[in-house]
């Protein structure tokens, strides 16, 4: 499958309560500035157990520790509650 937006990779410590959608969340930091994306694929790795928090539905990491998602729901939110690890990495094309 080709991929037709801009690709990007964040990297933890994630800061608990944070939108990493944000303008000071590490994927608003990423993206233009003034510009807030619309991400269609997302995947998190992590340890398992990880809570977060996707357009405000908490999901529980499984104990593969991969999370993803396609184009059927567009994120607009993402929260780690009780922060993330330095190992986490959020991989994710988005629309810009």
Do not use: C, H, W
């Not at 233009?32 to 995947?43: C, E, L, S």
Request: no cysteine; glycine share 12%.
């Amino acid at each position: 499958m080709f991929a037709s937006g801009k690709i990007g990779q964040v990297t933890g410590p994630f800061a608990a309560g944070v939108d990493l959608m944000a303008d000071e969340g590490a994927i608003g930091i990423f993206t233009p500035a003034n510009y807030r994306p619309i991400i269609y694929k997302m995947g998190i790795q992590t340890e398992k157990d990880t809570i977060v928090e996707i357009n405000d539905t908490q999901i529980k990491i499984g104990k593969t520790g991969i999370y993803e998602l396609d184009d059927a729901v567009k994120i607009y939110k993402i929260v780690f509650p009780n922060g993330a690890s330095e190992d986490t990495l959020v991989d994710f094309i988005y629309i810009g």
